[in-house]
């Protein structure tokens, strides 16, 4: 396999450095966090790059090829880094072309093509296609993040393959760099334009019209025959055509033939309807089997989930609640679509399902699932496969390295019944998934590469396999294409011909080995001398392929520091397993959701989660130059992460980068001191509650310039930010004057109801800085007939978790579950009006206090109080309430998100007579407590608000906003001038 060939000296690398600046490349990074954050991808491998380019426009990744050219060392194209199969990983200067090169540049809605750059992200291109009613055919599950770049390269496509083929016979014509720096564009005209584009071009056009004339015949007997294939270099499609479209041979080619800085794709219309029928088995060899009868029936889709991914879905809330598709335990369920063109039509084609089912003896369930709502659930589940299945946790995880083994369906239930032969003689388990239309089954059994017996088992599987697919025509790629993973194996599936023909193209077109080298076509020398002479020694049969384990993500020689960690981590054996559960997915990298808000304001690998993640897992295992807790690097990449949480709910494999972000602070404090600003910010509660009694005083104060200097020298404070307002009277003196001024112990509520006493937990914002959300949630709660009486508090601790003061915030909890318990062991409602409060409760007391049972207690009857209220109306409450006369718009706490959801908040709010209330769909606001107030995060707390919720907000002039949450309240009304209310404003104001 490919190994570290390319090491150069410290001094070599500065004066490429200085070269590539000197010629005009302005974002060249080779430091060591850079370097760590791009070494690996999607994939089982880490390799370190020797450096980093973040190109702006093609003339700095043409001066970056000449560069790198003329200095010896390889280039490599990234996007997204979703590669399965190691492509975008090498020893290599890596220019990542997501950042800068993503714009749409040209849409034909007559002639169906769309011309962009390479780092443009899938489902943005579809975006823009869609107001046309176009789309583009493959569909990759990974198309939230991967750029087209890569998906070109790789010669992707996805579910719809079946009608839509690959990649490959979608694009039209790509721009190129060659490896000389110069330019050239390959379409269906190319042996016409190929002269007067250039020497080297017409050097290109003629190499390839003699490399197909000398191996057009083998190349026409040893391909494999299924259509579906990433493996090799695209050539059968230049034969027996009038006008050969070398385009199609760039597609899948992994960056080793030239640099493309422009694609044009062909698109197809939008299907005017779908429907699913979801078909039950209890084997899966029987769901292979009746595949190609559902074939016959010409569905658009047809897509399998096993046992294994569906009960770890079930294991994920956020994926858990969209199995509304699958009744019972079944071993395996395949996903039928039709393309309609109505509901009738939809109702027919899923009886003729049925019909051929029985037909073939299957008379299995099957689940119809007509509303879009319903198949988004499907679609969902089924894009989330992967980093479902890589959500388990432990070292034994589903490996990636026969996923993609394609085969005519024909031959499908065979080749299941063989792979599950060979997994019990080696007694693993495996989970099987994705295109059975196609007869490309993602199978992952259960391995853990961290032992080299593992790995051992892994390569044997692996050369099995060709055993098992060659006669048939199967191929080893059906989509993720060669790599590091399968490159080794070309010659033994294509024949040694052919081969030869792969050879030819790649030194025709990159006779310097510049393009990632080793990748389609393996080097020369393909390990290193020191580890071939090793193996002799040892007599190994340097003849049989062997992983190298030094370019394993994880392998034998992987291990962490061990250290006390201040929180509970046992869920996930131990801290450094929480860190681990990143599989390299990228899902964080999504442009959409609220996963991850840092990443989608900077377009940052570091300021992912998968960024963050790779940094501390390196720095664990002692790959940086410092340790987890001081290292710089990591720090860095935390201290934009706002500890919004949503990566714990939408990251399929969980990983909670908020809760991770509070360990390293609370470590890295206790070895460097704690800053005086995380102190502060951490004890907002103690501030507040000092300043209240002088509220005129302190608000005057923090109003003057003076005032504000110095508060921004002490905490870092934005000099454009005003931090909220003391209340003169906080809600709990407010309260008991409302007491003593009416002669009662309590108030009575209007009309007795049975368990009608509630208790609200007044949060500091609301208490000290909002007591009319208080009173307001007082005045809707005795409107509603409950009796309402204060419980004993003190802050919650979500501040100091926030800053890292873990002991503090324990001390908090302890306080707080001493107080309540007595409440809710009684059954008392314990109600909340700031989300991130009442998530406190629920989430960070079960790690602060592991072991004690009252916490479990104290969480059940914690609510939001929009939740509570949602669930007394839906059980028959009336409220009291007129129409406002206006719309709503409502804004989610991230906590919110990620705990109880936001439906609570909507169905309240649609308490409203006649009223519309609508979900504004953005992200996080960007403020997440004291993140955004403070000078070197406002930049990237504005561009987090400007991405999507103030435009919404700015889009209805005349809507009522709504926000649960007080920082989204205050970045509401800071970047837009308008006030936002919470949910129990909007409905006091209506009683």
Aim: hydrophobic share 40%; proline share 6%.
């Amino acid at each position: 396999m490919p190994s570290n060939l390319y090491t150069i000296a410290s001094d070599s690398t500065r004066a490429l450095h200085a070269d590539l600046r000197r010629a005009g490349v302005r974002d060249v990074r080779f430091d060591a966090a850079s370097r760590v954050l791009y070494s690996t991808d999607a994939s089982l491998y880490q390799i370190e790059p020797i450096g980093v380019v973040i190109p702006r426009d093609a003339e700095e990744i043409i001066a970056t090829i000449t560069t790198c050219a003329s200095h010896g060392v390889p280039v490599l194209p990234r996007g997204g880094g979703t590669s399965l199969a190691g492509q975008t990983v090498g020893r290599a200067v890596v220019l990542d072309t997501s950042r800068h090169l993503n714009q749409v540049l040209e849409i034909n809605a007559a002639e169906q093509w769309i011309r962009c750059q390479p780092g443009l992200v899938l489902d943005r291109l579809n975006a823009a296609a869609r107001p046309f009613g176009l789309m583009l055919g493959p569909d990759p599950a990974s198309g939230s993040r991967a750029t087209i770049g890569g998906t070109v390269g790789n010669n992707g496509t996805g579910a719809h393959s079946i009608l839509y083929g690959m990649i490959a016979d979608n694009v039209l014509a790509v721009r190129t760099v060659l490896n000389d720096g110069s330019q050239a564009t390959f379409d269906d005209r190319f042996s016409e334009t190929a002269a007067t584009q250039g020497a080297r071009t017409a050097s290109i056009a003629a190499g390839l019209a003699d490399i197909l004339a000398l191996y057009g015949d083998d190349i026409r007997r040893d391909f494999p025959s299924h259509w579906r294939r990433a493996s090799g270099y695209n050539l059968d499609r230049l034969l027996d055509t009038s006008a050969p479209n070398p385009a199609q041979l760039i597609a899948g080619s992994e960056g080793t033939l030239a640099f493309m800085t422009e694609v044009t794709l062909r698109l197809v219309p939008r299907p005017p309807g779908t429907v699913l029928g979801i078909v039950h088995f209890d084997d899966l060899v029987a769901s292979a089997e009746a595949t190609p009868a559902i074939l016959e029936l010409q569905p658009s889709a047809v897509e399998l989930m096993d046992r294994m991914l569906l009960n770890l879905c079930r294991r994920q809330p956020e994926f858990a609640r969209r199995l509304t598709f699958v009744d019972g335990d079944p071993a395996g369920v395949l996903a039928v679509e039709f393309y309609v063109e109505s509901e009738a039509e939809g109702r027919a084609r899923l009886a003729q399902l049925r019909t051929q089912l029985a037909r073939h003896g299957v008379h299995g369930t099957v689940v119809d699932v007509m509303n879009p709502v319903d198949q988004a659930n499907v679609w969902t589940v089924r894009k989330a496969g992967l980093s479902l299945l890589l959500s388990k946790r432990g070292d034994i995880k589903p490996a990636g390295f026969m996923e993609d083994v394609a085969v005519p369906p024909q031959h499908l239930a065979d080749y299941v019944r063989g792979v599950q032969a060979m997994f019990a003689e080696y007694d693993v388990e495996a989970a099987f998934y994705a295109h059975a239309s196609a007869g490309c089954l993602h199978i992952r059994p259960l391995l853990n590469l961290k032992t080299a017996h593992d790995i051992a088992v892994m390569d044997e599987m692996q050369d099995r396999l060709l055993a098992m697919i060659q006669p048939v025509g199967g191929v080893l790629s059906g989509e993720h294409g060669d790599g590091i993973k399968l490159t080794h194996l070309n010659q033994a599936l294509f024949g040694p011909r052919v081969s030869e023909a792969f050879a030819e193209v790649k030194w025709l077109f990159d006779p310097g080995n510049l393009f990632n080298p080793g990748k389609k076509v393996p080097e020369k020398e393909r390990e290193t001398r020191e580890r071939q002479e090793k193996r002799e020694s040892s007599g190994e049969d340097t003849a049989k392929h062997v992983t190298d384990p030094t370019i394993l993500r994880y392998g034998p020689g992987y291990q962490t520091i061990t250290f006390t960690p201040v929180m509970d981590w046992s869920a996930d054996g131990g801290f450094a397993g929480a860190v681990e559960m990143c599989n390299g997915s990228g899902d964080c990298r999504r442009l959409t959701g609220v996963m991850c808000p840092s990443f989608q304001a900077t377009r940052e690998e570091e300021h992912s989660t998968r960024g963050r993640a790779n940094l501390l897992r390196t720095a664990l295992s002692g790959q940086l130059e410092q340790d987890a807790w001081t290292s710089d690097a990591v720090h860095d990449a935390l201290d934009l992460c706002l500890g919004c949480k949503a990566c714990k709910v939408e990251c399929p494999s969980s990983v909670d980068m908020a809760k991770i972000k509070t360990e390293v602070l609370a470590q890295r404090y206790a070895r460097l001191g704690t800053p005086l600003a995380a102190r502060l910010f951490g004890h907002i509660h103690t501030l507040n509650r000092l300043a209240t009694p002088l509220a005129p005083l302190a608000n005057l104060a923090l109003a003057t310039p003076p005032g504000r200097w110095i508060v921004q020298q002490v905490t870092g404070l934005a000099p454009q930010r005003t931090l909220p307002p003391f209340a003169a009277q906080p809600f709990t003196a407010w309260f008991a004057n409302r007491l003593r001024a009416s002669g009662a112990s309590h108030i009575a509520p209007r009309s007795p109801l049975p368990s009608s006493l509630v208790f609200l937990f007044p949060d500091t914002f609301t208490n000290l800085n909002y007591p009319k959300i208080g009173i307001a949630a007082v005045r809707v709660l005795e409107a509603a007939g409950y009796e309402v009486q204060i419980a004993p508090h003190t802050c919650c601790g979500r501040p100091m978790l926030s800053q890292g003061l873990v002991e503090d915030a324990r001390r908090q909890a302890r306080r707080n579950v001493a107080q309540l318990y007595p409440l809710a062991a009684q059954g008392y409602p314990i109600l909340i009006c700031e989300p991130s409060c009442a998530s406190t409760f629920h989430e960070e007391y079960r790690d602060l206090l592991p072991g004690d049972a009252r916490v479990d207690v104290v969480a059940q009857h914690v609510h939001l109080i929009d939740d509570w209220l949602a669930e007394q109306i839906a059980a028959g409450l009336q409220l009291p309430l007129r129409p406002l006369g206006r719309r709503v718009l409502f804004h989610g706490h991230c906590h919110q998100k990620a705990s109880s959801g936001v439906s609570g908040s909507l169905a309240t709010l649609r308490a409203l007579p006649g009223e519309a209330v609508e979900l504004i769909d953005a992200g996080c606001c960007g403020m997440a407590g004291a993140f955004g107030y403070t000078a070197d995060h406002y930049a990237v707390s504005e561009a987090i608000a400007r991405d999507r919720l103030v435009p919404a907000i700015e889009a209805a002039p005349d809507a009522l906003i709504c926000a649960d949450g007080a920082s989204c309240r205050q970045q509401i009304e800071h970047f837009t001038g308008r006030p936002a209310l919470h949910a129990v404003e909007v409905l006091a104001a209506a009683l």
